[in-house]
């Protein structure tokens, strides 16, 4: 009788220590462990997400930013900024500032003249400018937001930058609790793609390793374009022929058209398109434009409000 | 017979040929004379059909065809402009052939008809080219060339050849030879009238001369005078 | 003739051949079987979907670019007596190319049957202009040559202007290495159809003048060619067909200038014979441009124009240094 307990035990044990490894591996979001939220002193030495050691000697009250990554980061954790890039735009209180220059074209001396005291860029993108803002002799921090764990530390790190740790504690475990929350609402299994397009009527595809595809896939979303080649305007997208259109086939086409209108939307143009025309999901009117500004442009501590507004949009379509 | 009367051309208010009158027979070789500038390629165009003359008449076979559209007048003479280049590519038996086109509505249609292909090849042995129909023009000498063209000009079989100083470039043995050959054209009936430079060989060679000066004749007549005092004469 | 019946067949045969190799290969395998069939039979297979309504207008379209291109090329070089003739690189092809910007930008929207006329349109007023600088007495090929470029350049700018103004994103930075058949189907061919017919047939009657133009205006003249009235029609002929080739497939560099070459070191130097061969010669080169475009990075794609540069661009310089 014992040992027919002892083992009905172990196999409880084993069962549910099963389950918790399976739970822990899939792609959840562990809620990190709370840091302390202690004040920072000055000077202070951060590791940036570049992997950069910068030293921050006193406080940052002139801080310019230079992509919305950086912007919203920055304004996330209670932050203000001097000076930001032309493609930021949120929060409201950012458009009264004066900019410096596009996300692409950043304008040193328009910096310079806000003489500010600390600048935030985003690591993949505006990793080359680094050498000629140094020349400002301002410590420079890098920021990126490819993953939620990359929001994370991206929030820490300004946090602790501008001593606001706290604040950035309590914006990291938010945006984790609703993406949490997000993921608890949806059983996942359905499969979308998420189309974008060019001016020559290439089609891209985002992969589960571009800003889009990483909201697609925390609410386990399956995404044809997994494991295809780099190709395209975009970091994690690929290029997607009518071919492999043809022969895959998602419940859900998401849409995203950068261009402000009156540029045709995709989501327009894709039933015209031969080979997309014929996937079901386009067949059946299952095709919904992505605000490109939420889902590819402001890439950062709006993942939350993306998740949301993808299972939202799941929820509608697919029914 | 090619009778010009009165003839006169005003471009832009300037007076560029006035008072033309001479006779340009068949069978004859006239020589065209005078400075740069005194009008002789200006005549040329007029009588080809080029340009229309201002006032005065000009007559083939005592028809007056000063009214006549350019189209018309081409049908009497052949032109061999004055710095001609050849098109790059052709060959010398193809460059002849050209001379056998005529405007057809069926422009895919034409063909080189045995008759043509027959008169292209005299034109080349007539001109002393026979020997060059597959090479191209391009790669020939100046004299060669020259000769090519006139061929070009002969397969057209038009009653008058207007040559514009089309010994231009030529050493001495070729011009020579070439006028040899545009009197032999003209003993066997054609109307050539060539504008030169060359006094010695037009002395020698012409059945007649015009001289032009200041877009008006100062000499019409046999080669027997001094044309070098004459021109200079006139010039002065 | 003998030989362009000859030369005529070859190329038929070939793109035969490239036809079969556009509807047979690709990133999705089809058995021999399934392709008979779906040639054959009606159906809703994917296979079927895939021959109709993916291959088979991309490849018509490629043959219909290539055509218009072909010819284009060798009506502007023969009116213009200029070896270096191409819609492209004349500026025929740039008007389009804004219009087609246009269009990308939302700002046209007058459906594919009003594109390709707005096109073709834009087009002829690229070659309004070379027509008037091509009659000057006196206007050398090289400065002809410029004023196309010029004009090449200037509608290249607009373009991407309007492009880069309506933040629509293009990987094209190079007006000649773009152009492209991705994701053309028969909406984009069968308005085109026409306007290559059109082209085609304002041109046969001029054809025979191009011989003559080439000795000189005077010379064409007196033979009774017509040289202004053939010149006018053949380069409005080129604008026709450049524009539509634009409209169907943007800037492909490289056919329109290297075809009639090609064609004249195979049929000889008679302007009727390589008008003749232009039309399945460039059909040819650009289908098989467009295939190995599509076929050598499966399943990814490069544009059909980036072939026909590499290729066609060392294949003028050949050309240029033995045989012009």
């Known amino acids: 009788m014992k040992k027919k307990g002892i083992i009905v035990l172990l196999c409880l044990f084993l069962l549910s220590a099963l389950l918790i490894t399976a739970a822990c591996s899939s792609e959840t979001v562990s809620t990190p462990t709370p840091t302390i939220s202690a004040q920072t002193t000055y000077p202070v030495v951060v590791t940036d997400l570049l992997g950069r050691s910068v030293q921050i000697s006193q406080l940052p009250t002139r801080i310019v930013t230079t992509q919305p990554t950086a912007t919203e980061t920055l304004y996330k954790v209670g932050g203000t900024a001097v000076g930001r890039d032309s493609s930021s735009k949120y929060p409201a209180a950012v458009l009264d500032l004066p900019t410096v220059g596009s996300a692409y074209n950043i304008n040193t001396e328009a910096i310079a003249g806000l003489n500010p005291d600390l600048i935030i860029i985003e690591a993949l993108t505006q990793q080359s400018a680094i050498s000629s803002l140094e020349k400002l002799g301002v410590p420079i921090i890098a920021v990126r937001a490819t993953s939620v764990a990359d929001i994370d530390q991206s929030l820490t790190l300004v946090g602790k930058v501008v001593d606001r740790s706290a604040a950035a504690a309590q914006a990291v475990a938010d945006i984790n609790d609703r993406i949490a929350t997000a993921q608890g609402n949806t059983t996942g299994g359905k499969s979308v793609l998420i189309l974008i397009s060019d001016a020559q009527r290439n089609v891209y595809a985002a992969k589960p390793e571009s800003y889009p595809g990483t909201v697609a896939a925390l609410l386990k979303l399956v995404n044809p374009a997994t494991g295809l080649p780099d190709s395209g305007p975009y970091p994690g997208f690929t290029l997607f022929t009518a071919e492999q259109a043809l022969t895959s086939n998602p419940d859900v086409v998401f849409t995203i058209s950068p261009a402000p209108a009156p540029a045709p939307r995709l989501s327009t143009v894709l039933p015209q398109t031969p080979g997309f025309s014929q996937m079901n999901a386009v067949k059946a009117g299952r095709v919904v434009e992505l605000d490109p500004v939420l889902f590819l442009q402001a890439q950062g501590p709006r993942i939350a409000d993306a998740v949301e507004e993808m299972l939202r949009l799941m929820n509608e379509v697919a029914s | ?236 | 003739m003998r030989r362009v019946l000859l030369i005529t067949g070859v190329l038929v045969i070939i793109l035969v051949l490239g036809v079969l190799i556009g509807i047979a290969l690709g990133p999705v395998k089809i058995s021999l079987h399934e392709l008979v069939s779906a040639l054959l039979m009606r159906g809703d297979s994917t296979a079927h979907i895939l021959v109709w309504d993916l291959r088979m207008p991309r490849v018509a379209a490629a043959l219909l670019v290539g055509a218009c291109l072909g010819v284009a090329g060798c009506l502007l070089q023969s009116s213009t007596r200029n070896p270096l003739g191409d819609p492209q690189v004349f500026g025929l092809g740039g008007g389009a190319a804004v219009v087609q910007a246009l269009a990308m930008a939302g700002l046209l929207s007058v459906g594919t049957w009003g594109l390709l006329a707005l096109s073709v349109l834009a087009s002829l007023i690229g070659a309004g202009a070379i027509a008037l600088f091509a009659s000057r007495q006196g206007l050398s090929p090289a400065r002809l040559a410029i004023i196309g470029v010029s004009l090449a350049a200037l509608a290249a700018a607009a373009a991407t202007g309007i492009l880069a103004g309506a933040r629509v994103f293009s990987q094209q930075s190079l007006n000649f290495v773009g152009g492209s058949f991705i994701n053309r189907g028969w909406q984009d061919v069968l308005p085109a159809l026409p306007f290559l017919g059109i082209g085609i047939l304002l041109a046969i009657p001029v054809i025979g003048n191009l011989n003559v133009l080439a000795l000189g205006d005077r010379i064409a003249d007196n033979l009774g060619a017509e040289p202004r009235r053939t010149r006018v029609i053949a380069i409005a002929s080129s604008g026709i067909l450049g524009g539509t080739a634009v409209a169907v497939a943007g800037l492909v560099g490289f056919v329109g200038l290297l075809v009639p070459h090609l064609a004249r070191l195979l049929v000889g130097r008679d302007m009727r014979a390589i008008f003749i061969v232009s039309i399945p010669l460039g059909a040819a080169v650009t289908l098989f441009a467009d295939q190995a475009a599509r076929l050598a990075f499966m399943p990814s794609e490069v544009p059909a124009g980036l072939i026909t540069a590499l290729v066609g661009a060392p294949l003028m310089i050949y050309v240029a240094r033995r045989v012009l």
């Not at chain 2, 000498?141 to 020259?146: A, I, R, T, W």
């Not at chain 2, 057209?156 to 020579?176: C, H, I, M, S, Y």
């Open chain 2, 1 to 236: 017979m090619l009778k010009l009367q009165a003839l006169s051309f005003v471009r832009y208010s300037k007076s560029v040929l006035s008072n033309i009158t001479t006779v340009i027979s068949e069978g004859a070789l006239t020589c065209l004379v005078g400075a740069n500038g005194a009008g002789k390629t200006t005549l040329l165009r007029v009588l080809s059909g080029e340009l229309r003359a201002t006032s005065g008449a000009l007559l083939i076979d005592d028809n007056d065809v000063s009214g006549v559209s350019p189209k018309e007048v081409a049908h009497y003479f052949s032109v061999i402009p004055q710095g001609v280049q050849p098109s790059p590519y052709f060959t010398v038996f193809e460059l002849v052939a050209l001379g056998r086109f005529r405007p057809r509505n069926r422009a895919l249609r034409w063909r080189l008809s045995d008759s043509d292909r027959q008169i292209v090849e005299t034109c080349l042995s007539q001109c002393g080219v026979e020997q060059l129909s597959n090479r191209r023009v391009e790669e020939l000498s100046g004299g060669e060339q020259k000769r090519v063209w006139l061929a070009f000009a002969l397969a057209q079989e038009k009653r008058f050849l207007l040559l514009d100083e089309t010994l231009d470039g030529l050493d001495v043995f070729a011009k020579q030879s070439f006028f040899k050959l545009l009197k032999q054209l003209a003993s066997e009936g054609k109307g050539v009238l060539l504008t030169t430079h060359d006094l010695e060989l037009v002395t020698q060679f012409a059945d007649k001369v015009v001289v032009l000066s200041g877009g008006s004749v100062s000499y019409d007549g046999l080669p027997n005078t001094d044309l070098q005092n004459l021109l200079c004469q006139t010039s002065g």
